[in-house]
């Protein structure tokens, strides 16, 4: 189990630029610019070193002055001007990313035993898809360029301070592991509460769902006090969860932003001694003052991304663990052709879980043929079906169309030959010809009208308000007592 999560935690970047697909040079080009744009950032500070210089030295006149200010204004217009053309390319990168992660998500829980998609709640599921993948746009589009490039700069501007002062520099560096200490406080613990947020929040989420899906029964039955009670409870224990983490944090965050920036703690009387006792150059010092308001900025803008980089590593986790998961092992291609439609089952077994709920079956279902499946609730009459349907694999034995084992031919092709129509159904919210067409996408208006009028529903159709182009609202909210 250690060796699989590490493998993940690993793997994450890796999810992140599988997910990119084409996009991959995206992120490389923003990350570029991003770079560009804090070392343009920077380039400011060393003409104000430079003005500052000439009038101590008395060598600066008005002219000169004025043309180090042009630079500056030069180099931050550029900084702007790079900042939003990696933003913009980082969330483009984004958008195909969080697209991606959809697209695979919902074509992975197609292609999934039925079993496995429904030990999860519908609730957890739209969760992830929705809310929980979208919570990452912001880390992916900003986290990638700018905290390369803001981990980059600080190491080129120290660099510049020791070439002029090195004992200097490291005083200027000494509020650091300090800051650092109180940043590590912050951090204990913070997967754990990570975890619980997600755990609260996917709690409340299904009792939302369920609350709202079911709100005509609850107030049939007079149960609307004590469902709200409910809702209630799972909504301040997703409300807590977050207040409680983020007070734990506070006071180490407040000490390490307040106390890591403060780089002239040191400097400034270490470099006024220094300069009283010549060695080191008013100019110099200077220089080396004003370098140091910029030398931890650019760090602690990075290190506020490392909450957004766990939050990060968890959610990728969760929709990996979903695409992860084992699907129904089918063919790509036809290699056998089936003769005829007639449907067998041969000692099939098969358990849910642990329990094992049918026991060596034999059937035979012969082409032409109507047949009924006739036995007490939770004898194993749907299951049957659905396994026949191939939602599921057998557990040991075998089911046969048209003399092929259902496990040997490729589940589209399987699809076309099998209808399964649930006691439990859903209309999209669309038309009632575009719900229809989902069963053959190519189905003209015509075909979608003649497979109406096959099952008997033509006649109700033609009496709703727009006939086949009523528009159903989810669930088929919108034909209610029609």
């Known amino acids: 189990m250690d060796k699989q999560a590490k493998k993940r935690k690993r793997s994450t970047l890796g999810w992140v630029l599988s997910f990119a697909g084409g996009r991959k040079g995206s992120y490389v080009g923003s990350t570029l610019l991003a770079i560009m744009s ?64 959809r697209r695979r998500l919902t074509k992975k829980l197609s292609r999934m035993p039925l079993g496995d998609v429904l030990d999860e709640s519908s609730g957890t599921y739209k969760n992830i898809i929705v809310e929980r993948v979208d919570s990452i746009e912001t880390t992916l589009a900003h986290m990638i360029p700018e905290v390369t490039s803001n981990f980059i700069i600080p190491f080129v501007i120290f660099g510049y301070m020791v070439s002029i002062k090195w004992q200097l520099a490291l005083l200027s560096l000494i509020t650091v592991p300090v800051g650092l200490f109180f940043f590590a406080l912050m951090m204990r613990g913070s997967q754990a509460s990570y975890r619980n947020t997600v755990v609260k929040t996917k709690a409340l989420n299904d009792t939302a769902v369920e609350y709202i ?19 209630v409870i799972a909504a301040k224990e997703g409300a807590d969860c977050f207040v409680e983490w983020m007070r734990r944090c506070n006071a180490d965050q407040n000490a390490a932003l307040v106390i890591m920036p403060a780089t002239l703690l040191a400097l400034l009387p270490f470099g006024v001694s220094y300069f009283i006792n010549g060695w080191v150059t008013g100019p110099d010092l200077l220089m080396l003052i004003i370098l140091s308001l910029g030398l931890i900025t650019p760090f602690v803008i990075a290190a506020s991304y490392m909450d957004d980089m766990t939050k990060l590593g968890t959610i990728i986790g969760e929709v990996a663990s979903i695409l992860e998961k ?17 449907i067998v089952l041969n000692g099939v077994h098969f358990a849910y879980k642990e329990e094992e709920v049918l026991h060596g079956v034999n059937l035979t279902i012969r082409e032409g043929t ?25 557990g040991s034995g075998s089911i046969t169309f048209g003399g092929v084992d259902i496990r040997k031919i490729p589940l589209d092709d399987y699809q076309k ?26 189905a003209t208006d015509a075909q979608v009208m003649e ?20 528009v159903c609202g989810g669930a088929g909210s919108h034909l209610s007592g029609s």
């Open 370 to 394: 109507v047949n009924a499946l006739v036995g007490p609730s939770g004898s194993g009459k749907s299951t049957i079906a659905k396994l026949i349907a191939s939602f599921w694999d057998v």
């Open 451 to 470: 497979a109406a009028k096959a099952c008997g529903c033509h006649d109700f159709i033609m009496q709703l308000e727009n006939g086949y182009q009523t």
């Open 38 to 101: 804090v070392v343009s950032g920077f380039i400011p500070y060393i003409f104000m070193a430079k003005i500052m210089r000439g009038l101590l030295e008395r060598t600066a006149d008005f002219p000169y002055c004025l043309t180090q200010c042009l630079w500056m204004a030069l180099f931050f217009v550029l900084n702007r001007l790079f900042h939003a053309f990696s933003t913009t390319l980082s969330h483009r990168a984004t958008f195909e990313v969080l697209a991606n992660i």
């Open 213 to 231: 899906n079911g709100i005509e029964v609850i107030k049939a039955f007079g149960k609307a006090k004590t469902s709200y009670e409910k809702f």
């Open 326 to 342: 084992p699907e129904l092992i089918r063919p790509n291609i036809l290699t056998q052709q089936p003769r005829g439609s007639n």
């Open 417 to 442: 030959k099998i209808a399964y129509v649930s006691q439990d159904n859903y209309l999209f919210d669309m038309s009632v010809m575009e719900n229809i067409r989902l069963g053959n996408p190519q």
